[in-house]
């Protein structure tokens, strides 16, 4: 990855400074990466690209046909120029942040080790006899 942002506002791609749309010349948005599109604070959609960040994201901000158009504010961007490396980060956002788009990330998804699951089913049902003696105590006193 060699820079980023971090919840910038769509509007960027709607700006203009004389003819010039506002998020053109950031420098690290001509490069392809990895993209978070968010609903106000919560991630709405991941995606990738290898062509430029921003030609890709004005895409998703400008075309009332796209659709992603209508749901989102705020984005985030990394530009990552190797394409193994953009598959990488693209798969761990997805896998930390599950969202809309419902895309299962390119990695190895480990199961729960058996011993791991039965440690957890006795913690659940001891929490479960701790509330129903407690309960039960409650129940003696009235």
Same mark, same amino acid.
């Given at each position: ?7 910038? *506002?769509?509007?960027? =791609? ?28 919560? *991630?709405?959609? %991941? ?16 075309? *009332? ?9 705020? =984005?985030?961007? =990394? ?9 990488e ?16 990330p390119?990695?190895t ?6 011993? %791991?699951?039965? =440690? ?16 039960a ?6």
């Amino acid at each position: 990855m060699t820079a980023y942002a971090r919840m910038w *506002p769509r509007e960027i =791609f709607d700006g203009r400074k004389g003819r010039e749309v506002l998020a053109r010349p950031v420098e690290f948005l001509k490069h392809p990466g990895v993209y978070v599109l968010y609903r106000d604070e919560h *991630p709405y959609y %991941i995606g990738k690209t290898s062509i430029s960040l921003f030609q890709r994201i004005r895409a998703h901000a400008t075309n *009332p046909h796209d659709r992603y158009y209508n749901f989102w504010n705020l =984005f985030s961007a =990394f530009a990552v120029p190797d394409q193994v490396k953009r598959n990488e980060l693209e798969g761990i956002l997805i896998a930390a942040m599950p969202a809309v788009n419902n895309a299962q990330p390119k990695l190895t998804k480990m199961r729960l080790p058996r011993n %791991i699951a039965d =440690f957890m089913a006795k913690m659940r049902q001891s929490k479960v006899s701790a509330a129903t003696l407690k309960e039960a105590k409650v129940g003696k006193r009235k």
